[in-house]
């Protein structure tokens, strides 16, 4: 600000001999500054702190012995503790199970770690993820009906965290294969992961979501009282007999039967986030979509800061709603001003009134 301020006092006195610079006259000199002043606050980190790139992942046809999940991981809206050291294992699996979206709405939700969405990783930025998942699908199968699109199937994981080789990372595993692949977490954020096996929408819509925390080297900056995960996501669905199908058609036309917040319908307002008066809340936030926008808004109070993408040198300050398109995340942080419940909600409100709707209850 300092260099922006003399660079423009002396193109001043250049351009006019110390009267006020006259914009209309001087429209390259003006947006020159404004060019200069924004290239100041480019991101400088060092590239050679990055790591491009991985070893070849690999696939074996034996599951893996150990069916639970590992590493930094846990299920919103609760965050994981961020683990220490260069090098992270993670491991979750994909499974086909029986997953309740309402009290009266069930279906064979495809699945990450055994949730939808799936679990919350938190790690710091630098680390080495070493990654392994197995397909599952034939063995949580077995004991159900088939129906359509609920055979097992072939599954992958792809990190928008991660900078790799697609196709080598986040190619297909078939039913009983397991895959061990490393990536790097260059960038602070929030992120997603989803299976990424065509066709891809299909997969997503059968729950094969989640979110990926990564914390700056330094850690955030300020301190907050609570911290929360919220991954907001859409269901498609058509009804058959007393079950519940996701359907592509409706997918493709862009119209849900339900959003969600954490993958249940209104679970939020039976269950409010329990704060106190007067702290200061953190929400990560993920629209998982996979096709819709959100508007993330808290009724009466106002989102101090929103880091877009959880970038914090991405900061939108004093902002009465979050816009998210889908596979885009934001941490924001806001103080709840006095004792009640506060609602949180996607303010298009035919998303609120489909379930993406909670209450956060200070006391």
């Given at each position: 600000?300092?260099?922006?301020a003399?660079?423009y006092?002396?193109?001043?006195?250049f351009?006019n001999?110390?009267k006020?610079?006259n914009y209309?006259k001087h429209?390259?000199l003006?947006?020159?500054v404004i060019i200069?002043?924004f290239?100041c606050q480019?991101?400088?980190?060092?590239?050679?702190?990055?790591?491009?790139?991985?070893?070849k992942?690999?696939?074996?046809s034996?599951?893996?012995?150990e069916?639970?999940i590992k590493g930094?991981?846990?299920y919103?809206?609760d965050i994981?503790?961020?683990p220490?050291?260069?090098?992270?294992?993670v491991?979750?699996d994909v499974?086909h199970q029986?997953?309740?979206v309402?009290?009266t709405v069930s279906?064979t939700?495809w699945?990450f770690?055994?949730s939808?969405?799936?679990?919350?990783?938190?790690?710091?930025?630098?680390q080495?993820?070493?990654?392994?998942?197995t397909?599952?699908?034939?063995?949580t199968?077995k004991?159900?009906t088939?129906?359509?699109?609920?055979?097992?199937?072939?599954h992958?994981i792809?990190f928008?965290a991660?900078?790799v080789n697609?196709?080598?990372k986040?190619?297909?595993?078939?039913?009983?294969e397991t895959?061990?692949f490393?990536w790097?977490?260059?960038?602070?954020g929030?992120?997603?992961?989803h299976?990424?096996t065509?066709m891809?929408?299909m997969?997503?819509?059968?729950?094969?979501i989640?979110?990926?925390?990564?914390?700056?080297?330094?850690?955030?900056?300020?301190?907050?009282?609570?911290?929360?995960a919220?991954v907001?996501?859409?269901?498609?669905f058509?009804q058959?007999g007393?079950t519940?199908?996701?359907d592509t058609?409706?997918?493709l036309?862009?119209t849900?039967?339900f959003v969600?917040?954490?993958?249940?319908?209104?679970q939020?307002i039976?269950?409010?986030?329990k704060?106190k008066?007067g702290e200061?809340?953190r929400?990560?936030?993920l629209?998982?979509?996979?096709?819709?926008?959100?508007?993330f808004?808290?009724?009466?109070?106002?989102?101090?800061k929103?880091?877009?993408?959880?970038?914090?040198?991405n900061?939108?300050?004093g902002m009465?709603?979050?816009?998210?398109?889908p596979?885009?995340?934001a941490?924001?942080?806001?103080?709840?001003p006095?004792?009640?419940?506060?609602?949180f909600?996607?303010h298009?409100?035919a998303?609120?009134t489909?379930?993406?709707m909670?209450?956060?209850?200070a006391?």
């Amino acid at each position: 600000m300092i260099m922006f301020a003399k660079l423009y006092r002396a193109w001043q006195q250049f351009c006019n001999f110390g009267k006020p610079l006259n914009y209309v006259k001087h429209p390259f000199l003006y947006g020159s500054v404004i060019i200069f002043f924004f290239s100041c606050q480019h991101d400088h980190t060092n590239d050679s702190e990055k790591k491009y790139g991985a070893p070849k992942a690999v696939i074996t046809s034996q599951p893996d012995e150990e069916k639970k999940i590992k590493g930094p991981l846990a299920y919103a809206p609760d965050i994981p503790k961020t683990p220490e050291g260069d090098t992270v294992d993670v491991k979750f699996d994909v499974t086909h199970q029986l997953f309740q979206v309402s009290k009266t709405v069930s279906y064979t939700a495809w699945m990450f770690g055994g949730s939808v969405p799936g679990p919350v990783l938190k790690i710091r930025q630098g680390q080495t993820i070493r990654f392994s998942m197995t397909d599952r699908s034939n063995d949580t199968m077995k004991s159900m009906t088939m129906q359509v699109n609920m055979m097992p199937m072939p599954h992958s994981i792809d990190f928008h965290a991660a900078m790799v080789n697609p196709e080598d990372k986040y190619g297909s595993i078939n039913p009983g294969e397991t895959i061990h692949f490393m990536w790097t977490a260059n960038y602070p954020g929030v992120f997603m992961y989803h299976c990424g096996t065509p066709m891809v929408l299909m997969h997503m819509i059968y729950g094969m979501i989640g979110m990926v925390i990564v914390e700056p080297r330094d850690g955030y900056p300020g301190k907050v009282d609570h911290e929360f995960a919220i991954v907001q996501n859409e269901y498609y669905f058509k009804q058959q007999g007393a079950t519940y199908l996701p359907d592509t058609t409706l997918a493709l036309k862009k119209t849900p039967s339900f959003v969600t917040f954490n993958g249940k319908v209104g679970q939020y307002i039976i269950n409010p986030l329990k704060v106190k008066a007067g702290e200061r809340i953190r929400l990560y936030l993920l629209n998982a979509g996979p096709n819709n926008a959100t508007n993330f808004h808290v009724i009466g109070t106002i989102l101090d800061k929103v880091w877009l993408d959880g970038n914090p040198k991405n900061e939108l300050v004093g902002m009465q709603s979050a816009y998210l398109g889908p596979a885009s995340g934001a941490i924001i942080e806001f103080v709840i001003p006095e004792k009640g419940e506060y609602t949180f909600v996607d303010h298009s409100f035919a998303d609120a009134t489909m379930g993406a709707m909670g209450i956060i209850k200070a006391e």
